[in-house]
């Protein structure tokens, strides 16, 4: 198996985050994710202080909205998928205390997404009918990391990602729609953060999610479709979460991951021979750290620098483990 190189992965992400010009102009809309991306992926790798915690501070209040709501970038609208970013970027560089008062501006635009059916629109202009399980997962996740779980109606919570359960076993977007894994993620996760996976069929849901291991070690994201790292974090962290992630094989996967490097850059791209980008680099990386800790696979690591680890993450947060623990 091919080792994991840190210093170039460490290089790449820092130089995403850093060099301006046409990719990260192009990437704008997406940009408070990408920070969390990054900052996830460095801290998994021992190596946080490589980005300037100040300035990173800034940004993510830079994109705090009057309705406490956050964007991607400052001159665009709050959605509940980067307000979740910025709080995970808050608590990775454990700065979340700054909200202050705002925290509860914050709770209130949580709030506001909810339709009574316990389903979540992502942003106040959203029609009632544009939901979707990744904001549910994002609602829930960041009141988690608020502390604030019970600013919304829990129990509609549940019952709506219960309807989004298929005869497969699997979830999608709403109810009715075909099962991916990274909906999975989103409404298993969901569940494990209200302690209510009991309701799913994890014996099904298992198979489903055991089937998306191809041939060649990596995952799909729903049947027929290419593998692609990512889904090393959206279905391995739901078998984890479930406690089957025995099923599939853990060498094979780490093959994989480690095969969509780019052994001169650095960074991981969806698939061997890809461009590598933030996105991918920290699902990778997030993937082979879950099978080291809970599957025992055993990774050579690459560093310039003596003793490095690979910290543990948090199959439902997707933060390292270490942040939650001391909360
Ligand atoms: C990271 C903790 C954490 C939370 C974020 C936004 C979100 C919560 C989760 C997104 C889950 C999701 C839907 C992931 C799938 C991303 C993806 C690669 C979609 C591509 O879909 P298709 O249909 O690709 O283009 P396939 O693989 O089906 O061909």
Same mark, same amino acid.
């Given at each position: 198996?091919?080792?994991? %190189?840190?210093?170039?992965?460490?290089?790449?992400?820092?130089?995403?985050?850093?060099?301006? $010009?046409?990719?990260?102009?192009?990437?704008e809309y997406l940009r408070m994710s990408?920070? &969390?991306?990054?900052?996830?992926?460095?801290?998994?790798? $021992?190596?946080?202080?490589?980005?300037?915690?100040?300035?990173?501070?800034?940004?993510?209040?830079?994109?705090?909205?009057?309705?406490?709501?956050?964007s991607p970038a400052?001159?665009h609208?709050?959605?509940?998928?980067y307000?979740?970013?910025?709080?995970?970027?808050?608590?990775?560089?454990?700065?979340?205390?700054?909200?202050?008062?705002?925290?509860?501006?914050?709770?209130?635009?949580?709030?506001?997404?909810?339709?009574? =059916?316990?389903?979540?629109?992502?942003?106040?202009?959203?029609?009632?009918?544009?939901?979707?399980?990744?904001?549910?997962?994002?609602?829930?996740?960041?009141?988690?990391?608020?502390?604030?779980?019970?600013?919304? /109606?829990?129990? @509609?919570?549940?019952?709506?990602?219960?309807?989004?359960?298929?005869?497969?076993?699997?979830?999608?977007?709403?109810?009715?729609?075909?099962?991916?894994?990274?909906?999975?993620?989103?409404?298993?996760?969901?569940?494990?953060?209200? %302690?209510?996976?009991?309701?799913? /069929?994890? %014996?099904?849901?298992?198979?489903?999610?055991?089937?998306?291991?191809?041939?060649?070690?990596?995952?799909?994201?729903?049947?027929?479709? @290419?593998?692609?790292?990512? &889904?090393?974090?959206?279905?391995?962290?739901?078998?984890?979460?479930?406690?089957?992630?025995?099923?599939?094989?853990?060498?094979?996967?780490?093959?994989?991951?480690?095969?969509?490097?780019?052994? %001169?850059?650095?960074?991981?791209?969806?698939?061997?021979?890809?461009?590598? /980008?933030?996105?991918?680099?920290?699902?990778?990386?997030? $993937?082979?750290?879950?099978?080291?800790?809970?599957?025992?696979?055993?990774? =050579?690591?690459?560093?310039?620098?003596?003793?490095?680890?690979?910290?543990?993450?948090?199959?439902?947060?997707?933060?390292?483990? &270490?942040?939650?623990?001391?909360?």
């Amino acid at each position: 198996m091919k080792s994991l %190189e840190v210093d170039k992965h460490v290089n790449f992400l820092v130089k995403a985050a850093t060099t301006r $010009g046409f990719e990260w102009e192009m990437t704008e809309y997406l940009r408070m994710s990408g920070i &969390y991306w990054s900052l996830t992926a460095l801290d998994l790798l $021992g190596q946080l202080d490589k980005l300037p915690r100040e300035e990173m501070i800034a940004y993510v209040f830079s994109c705090l909205h009057e309705n406490g709501g956050f964007s991607p970038a400052p001159n665009h609208y709050p959605t509940i998928i980067y307000t979740l970013s910025a709080i995970q970027v808050l608590v990775i560089l454990k700065a979340l205390d700054q909200l202050g008062e705002k925290k509860e501006k914050v709770i209130e635009f949580v709030k506001s997404l909810q339709n009574t =059916d316990g389903s979540f629109i992502g942003s106040p202009d959203d029609d009632e009918e544009e939901t979707d399980t990744r904001f549910s997962f994002c609602a829930v996740a960041t009141l988690k990391l608020l502390n604030s779980l019970n600013a919304i /109606d829990l129990d @509609k919570t549940v019952q709506h990602i219960k309807a989004c359960q298929n005869f497969d076993g699997a979830f999608g977007v709403r109810v009715g729609s075909e099962s991916h894994a990274g909906q999975v993620f989103c409404c298993v996760g969901t569940l494990a953060l209200l %302690e209510k996976l009991d309701i799913v /069929d994890q %014996e099904l849901l298992g198979w489903w999610l055991a089937d998306r291991q191809l041939p060649c070690g990596g995952l799909n994201g729903r049947p027929m479709k @290419k593998e692609d790292v990512c &889904y090393s974090w959206w279905a391995l962290s739901s078998l984890v979460m479930i406690k089957k992630s025995a099923w599939i094989d853990h060498k094979k996967l780490a093959e994989f991951i480690l095969s969509a490097a780019d052994e %001169e850059m650095g960074g991981i791209a969806d698939r061997p021979g890809d461009i590598p /980008d933030p996105f991918h680099t920290l699902f990778g990386i997030a $993937g082979l750290s879950l099978l080291q800790y809970n599957n025992n696979l055993e990774l =050579d690591i690459s560093s310039s620098k003596e003793n490095v680890k690979l910290k543990p993450i948090d199959p439902v947060l997707c933060l390292p483990s &270490y942040l939650l623990h001391e909360k």
